[in-house]
C-alpha cells in the first residue's frame, strides 16, 4: 500500500502555521519571528529554514529555482530540488527570469527581480547582535528597545583590527529604519538589492526558528560609520572570463593550466545565459 | 551647600522575594533577611542627596545592600519602590526616572551617568579592545564617527595611564587594575554629570589602589563630576568622600560630613567600625 503524501511534503495544518509567521514577518519588516521549526528530510544547517518556507508557499503553477552559492547544480541545490520537485511536481529553472518562487543559499540572483517573484533565502545565523550578546532573552530586549550600540561595536571593531569594516558576508542592514537584520551571508555586493526591492524576500533559518522579510518596497540601508561608508565587493577591471560580464559578482579562480588568477561569474545561470546570447549573436552575425 | 542637589534618592527600597505576612513591609527580620519566606530587605527606604561636583562615600559591611543600591540608581535592576529626581535636566525636572520608559532610562544612563563596576567583568567586553569598550558607550550616546572615537578613547585612555600602545588590546590581557582604569575611562567618555564607582579599588595592591584613588580624585579635581562611592573600606572613603553614608542591613544609620563620622560617630555600629580602623 502506498502511504499517501502530502502536497509539498507538509499537511495543511503545518503550512497554514508557516504563513503565518511569514505574514507577521511581512508586517514587521526586519523583526524575527519565531516558528516552530519541522524536522526536514535534510539535516537542519543545510536550508530547511529556506525550505520550510518554500514549501509552506509553494503552489502547482510556481516555477522553483534553487540555487547555492549561485550555483543551480550543486549538491544541496540539487537535493533541495528533488524533495520539491517529488512532492509537488512543479517545473523546475535555471533563468531566474522563468522563476516565480526562487531559493537561495548566500547569494541574490544577478538578474533584477520583479514584482512576480519571491526570493527565500537561507540563513544560518540570524541574529546580528549574537557576537555581543549571547543569551536570546537579551537580545530580544535590545531589539524591542532600538538598542544597537552592540551591532555598531562590532563593526567599530572591525575597523581597529582591519582599518575598514571588514564583514565578509552577512553585513547588517537597517529595515525600514527600524530593525536591524542579518542579511544572511550574502556578499556584501547584493545588499544594495534588498533596498526597494520589487520582489518579496524571505529569511529563513531551520536550525534557530526564525523567519523574517524584507517586503517589496521597503528601505534597506547598510550600516557604516560617518568617516566609513560601506562599500561594496570591488572587481574593478576584471570581467568573466566565460562570458565577459563586469560589475557583476565574480569568483577567483586560478586557472589551471597557467596558474594566473582568472575570475568567473558567481551566478552560474546568469553566465550561461550570457554565453547563449553571445553565442546567438555570433552565429546571426556569420549568417547575415 | 546651598546648591541644588543633582540627585535625589527618595525611600529607594529593593527587595529580593515575594514577602509574607510575617515580614511584609520590612518587619521580623534577621538583619536583612525574613526567616520565615526567604525574602531579603537589600534597601530599605534609602533616600539622600548628591550635590553637583561632591564625592558621596557609601561605607557598610559586607550584604548591606551598596551594590544593589547601586544597581537600582543605574537601572541595571529594578526598583521595588521608591524614586530619583534629576532635577537640573528641565524634561524631568519633578519625574521619578524609575516611572519612565526603559528607553528613556537607557538614555538618561547614556547622557548623564558613567558605572564603574565592582567587578570589571561586568563593566567591560573582555574580548573587545580597549577601544572599543570605551566606543561602546560613545555609540550608545549616538555617535557615528570612528575617527572622534578613536580620538576621544585615546585621551581617556592616556588619562587614566593606559599606554596608547595597548589600547586596541583587550581588557581581558590586563592586570585588575588596568582594567578598572578602563572602566573609568569608558565611564567617563560621554563626559556625565554623575558617576558611580562600586568598590573600584577592591581585590587591588596597595599601591595600585593608591593610583586608582588619586585618579578618582583627580577626576573630581579637573572635571568636577559628581560620585556615589560605594566601599567597606574606611580607608577609601576618608580619602575620597566629603560626605559619607553609613549603611546597614539596608538602611542608613548615619549620614554626614565624611570627617564629622570619622572623628565622632553616633551610631553603636559606626563607632565599632571606626574604632577598628584606628
Ligand atoms: N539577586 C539576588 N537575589 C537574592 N538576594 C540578593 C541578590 N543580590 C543581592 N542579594 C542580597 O542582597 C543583600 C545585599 O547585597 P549587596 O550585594 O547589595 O551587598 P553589598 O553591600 O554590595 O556587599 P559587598 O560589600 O559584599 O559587595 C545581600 O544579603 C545579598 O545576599
Ligand atoms: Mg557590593
Ligand atoms: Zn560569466
Ligand atoms: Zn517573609
Redesign the interface.
Known sequence: MKAKTHFAFFDEGSKKEIRRALLKAVAIPGYQVPFASREMPIARGWGTGGLQITLSLIGKQDVLKVIDQGADESVNAVSIKKLISKTTGVRLVERTEDATLIQSRHRIPEVPLTKNQILVLQVPMPEPLRG?EASEYQTK?LHS???Y??A??QL??Q???YGKTATGADHPVYVNGRYIMAPSPIPRFDNPKLHQSDALILFGAGREKKIYAVPPYADVSSLA????PFQVESFAGENCHLCGAENVFLDELEDPVTNETIYQCNDTSYCLERLNENEEAEVRKTYA | MHEAPLLRVRDLTKQFGEACSSCDGGENLEKNYCPTCGTVYACQNISFDLYPGEILGIVGESGSGKSSMMQCLYFDSEVTSGAVYLDHIPALAGKNVFALS??QK?AIRNQQYGMVYQNPIRGL?MD??S??NI??KL??AGN????D??AVSKSLLEHVHIPLFRM?EEPRNFSGGMQQRVQIAKALSNNPPILFLDEVTTGLDLSVQANVLDLIKGIQRDLGISMIVVSHDLAVIRMLADRTIVMLNGSIIEDGLTDQILEDPQHAYTQQLVYSLL
Not at chain 1, 560609520?225 to 566609513?228: A, E, K, M, P, R
Request: negative net charge.
Open positions: 555581543v530586549i528597545e532600538e538598542d550600540s552592540g555598531w561595536l567599530f571593531e575597523v581597529m583590527k560609520f560617518d568617516d566609513y | 526603559s528607553q537607557r567586553k573587545f579592545s577601544v572599543g566606543a561602546e555609540i550608545a557615528r564617527h570612528v575617527g572615537m578613536e586596541k
